[in-house]
């Protein structure tokens, strides 16, 4: 004969926690807790190794980009390297940036880079950087994007997070 006990305090505890971590609050810890920093890395990685798997290689500095900082004393940054970088200003605020993310009557919402940047040149900047430019002509050098390995990462993080074996007690 087989028997089985269940304790409803045992079931009630573990619905209690699903229900929290289906709800919009739950869900909005997650993105910010797993997902936006995810985020941040990826676009850290981005601009180290000038591009990845979303962006693809960034396109080479064309000469005359690469003369003008050789002979400028206004940069601190090579001829050729590092791509997507004279004053560290647009790779500061990528890199720098931290993912907002809020509950929403649907679950919930996160933003990557966690705010729009106040300035002009700035939002000009990431605008040239992910679409490029007609004049001066200036190929995009996404900084930004996700693709399948991104998906998977929160597939399988969502998995964790509602399996219990998080790593962290919600």
Wanted: net charge negative.
């Amino acid at each position: 004969m087989i028997s089985y006990t269940v304790y409803d305090e045992e079931v009630q505890r573990v619905m209690d926690r699903l229900m929290y971590q289906l709800s919009p609050v739950g869900l909005s810890n997650f993105l910010g807790l797993e997902v936006g920093p995810w985020l941040r890395t990826r676009a850290s990685d981005r601009f180290f190794d000038e591009g990845d798997d979303v962006s693809g290689p960034w396109a080479a500095l064309s000469e005359v980009t690469q003369e003008i900082r050789e002979s400028s004393t206004d940069f601190s940054v090579g001829g050729s390297h590092p791509i997507n970088k004279r004053t560290g200003e647009l790779e500061e605020y990528v890199t720098g940036s931290y993912a907002r993310f809020w509950p929403t009557t649907m679950g919930a919402t996160v933003r990557y880079p966690g705010a729009p940047s106040s300035k002009k040149s700035l939002r000009d900047k990431m605008k040239t950087a992910q679409e490029g430019k007609i004049y001066p002509r200036t190929v995009p050098r996404p900084v930004l994007g996700v693709n399948e390995t991104d998906l998977i990462f929160v597939q399988t993080a969502l998995m964790f997070f509602f399996s219990g074996k998080y790593g962290r007690d919600v």
